[in-house]
């Protein structure tokens, strides 16, 4: 029987990691965390922040990282049998389009979107001002030279602005492109309502709802998590993130909510703005 490989893909910071764990907490799937990063080399710690040593961890041991093409054959040598669903959460295109055409495995892709004024916030701590946001300047150019004013000289909104439309149109790009099976959740509603969104998410993948995958926390997952989420398992209740509020000034609030750019790709995926962020429920919508 193929197992099914499920492609998280996103813009950093849009919330793949809590949605991960709760769909590779179900009896019959696995959570695998960024496998991309295993293949890049990176330190133990990185790859598996439970074990934080590969050679020991029960996930990882005796994987060839080197060898992509076999890389999920031999994850699933060490996990129980009864996973048919793995969960990657390596989250770039360029990293799941190796395995477009593999016939091994069925392959499913949930495009996970977090509204721009949320990620404005974390990229402003992840690139402070200096050499570090200029070459986020120039990155974010290069895959949109035609955008160049707001890029270069819009201030952090613009930058932000076209950096989150960048990687998002690819996704999309990616899986209309290839004709991929999808489905699109937002942060905000897996915020609002986990049980509804993951029930509809485990609808799409043809297995059970279990209530315990929303405590995702009791768990033992190898592989890659954030720091943070060790807060909020030890605290075992969930967390709805709106620090962008108190870090982005109104006006550059509104100037992303209402840039057009913004706002044609979210119509374009039927995503309403509300208050609190971009919703495929159409709730509480903005005057």
Request: hydrophobic share 30%; with cysteine; net charge positive.
């Amino acid at each position: 029987m193929k197992k099914t490989i499920v492609y998280v893909v996103s813009t950093n910071y849009a919330g793949s990691h809590y949605l991960s764990l709760m769909l590779g907490s179900h009896s019959r799937a696995a959570y695998l965390g960024e496998i991309r990063q295993y293949t890049l080399g990176k330190t133990d710690e990185r790859v598996c922040y439970r074990c934080k040593d590969t050679t020991r961890c029960p996930l990882f041991r005796d994987v060839d990282a080197h060898d992509i093409p076999q890389i999920y054959e031999g994850l699933s040598r060490n996990l129980r049998d009864s996973a048919d669903v793995l969960i990657d959460n390596s989250k770039l295109v360029s990293w799941a389009r190796n395995f477009v055409g593999d016939d091994r495995y069925h392959k499913r892709y949930v495009h996970v979107i977090r509204d721009p004024r949320a990620l404005a916030r974390r990229w402003d701590l992840r690139h402070p001002r200096g050499r570090r946001r200029l070459k986020q300047r120039w990155g974010t150019l290069r895959r949109n030279p035609l955008a160049f004013l707001p890029i270069l000289f819009g201030g952090r909104t613009g930058l932000y602005a076209h950096k989150w439309l960048n990687t998002n149109r690819g996704i999309t790009r990616f899986l209309s492109g290839y004709d991929l099976e999808h489905i699109m959740v937002t942060y905000q509603d897996l915020a609002r309502d986990p049980e509804g969104e993951i029930r509809r998410l485990m609808d799409w993948l043809r297995l059970p709802f279990e209530p315990e995958q929303l405590n995702y926390w009791n768990f033992e997952h190898h592989g890659t998590q954030k720091k943070g989420y060790e807060w909020i398992g030890g605290q075992q209740k969930r967390y709805f993130d709106m620090r962008w509020k108190e870090h982005l000034t109104p006006a550059e609030q509104e100037w992303l909510a209402t840039y057009p750019p913004v706002t044609a790709y979210a119509q374009s995926l039927r995503l309403t703005l509300t208050d609190d962020g971009r919703t495929r429920k159409g709730r509480r919508p903005q005057p």
